[in-house]
């Protein structure tokens, strides 16, 4: 027959498609993970990390974890991909181990580093931090190790994490150090409101980070932006229970890079303790906030909704008596209202050494509890402009 020939090639193509299309997804049961939490699966991940990492596809590579739960330990997932894109599809839960101090010494327990070109979506990772904020509670920092952020993004670039949830870390969940072009979308990140330090997002030292349409419930800052972070969109975000947004605390060293370019928009800060925060050290640095916008925020409940306070001196060590060195500029609140649990809904407690300058507000209408006594604002060393309707009273000086 003379098609025979033909058959078989086309034959032959689809197998090569297929196998193609198939060796693209490395399972991690196929490197023996354990789905029901009994047996450590860490060798499994790391192996199946190496396999995507490694593959020569066509079609971006995908690292898949299906239903189930999986006991991990630390876990690196380091970058020299072969890949200019992998993936990592999750429809599992990643649950750290039980006994604390397994993770509590390291820096992080998941750990993205040096990669480029990376998205992750879908899954669970559990932190179970509960044994370690108890050891805290009951014998103090000191009588504990420090504990462990859940997952950390460092060195890297063009990473996109999606709908991913993240609870119970023993430290922060997330943070993004040194990285550029980072996306989180549709995250849900959660702890108990009493557990220390386990702040939501943390920024620091990266450019054009992305935090979309997310949910933060936890016992610390709910987003905290450190020294060095460039371009950083919030958009979409409900904060609380928690310490709400900060930028900061900034001028912890005399040396250190300053924040620019941050736009916070379309929040709601629900019961947290600060809503929209700019925090400096009061002592001398090269450190500063510039060009930020928070627009379009909804506070409930909030202690202190909008506050500027350059006189942070924890333990009253090394900095009282000093003026913060931090110049704090061009900021605008613009669209801000809602509710605040305590009288003094503005605070700008500004350096007299580096007055805050061009502060900018525009409609920004808090109201006192349930409204029947008046909010009050509270200005030092701030300069600045009001436009639209104010309430309470700005008190900046022009
Ligand atoms: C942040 O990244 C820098 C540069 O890679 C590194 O030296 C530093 O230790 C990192 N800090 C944290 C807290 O991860
Ligand atoms: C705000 O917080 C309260 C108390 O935790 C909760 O009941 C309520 O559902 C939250 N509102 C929103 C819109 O998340």
Redesign the pocket.
Known sequence: MPTFPLFNLLLLLLLLVHAAAASSTYNVLDYGADPDCQADSTLAFSLAWEATCASRDPHPPTLYVPRGSFSVGRLDFRGGCYSDLVRIRIDGQLVAPSDYNVLANG?SWITIDSVEGLHVSGGVLDGMGDGLWDCKASLGDDGCPKGSTTL?I??SKNVQISRLTLRNSQLGHI?I??SENIRLDGLRISASETSPNTDGIHV??SSYVTVINSRVETGDDCVSIGPGTRNLLIHGMTCGPGHGISIGSLGKYLNEEGVSHVTVRNVHLNGTQNGLRIKSWGRQSTGFAEDILFEDAVMSNVHNPIVIDQNYCPHHRNCPGQDSGVRVRHVTYRDVRGTSASKVAVKFDCSSEQPCRDIRMENVRLTYGDGEEAAESYCANVGGTARGSIQPNACLRR
Request: glycine share 0%; charged share 45%; proline share 0%.
């Open positions: 820096r950390e460092s060195r943070s150090n040194d620091q030292a």
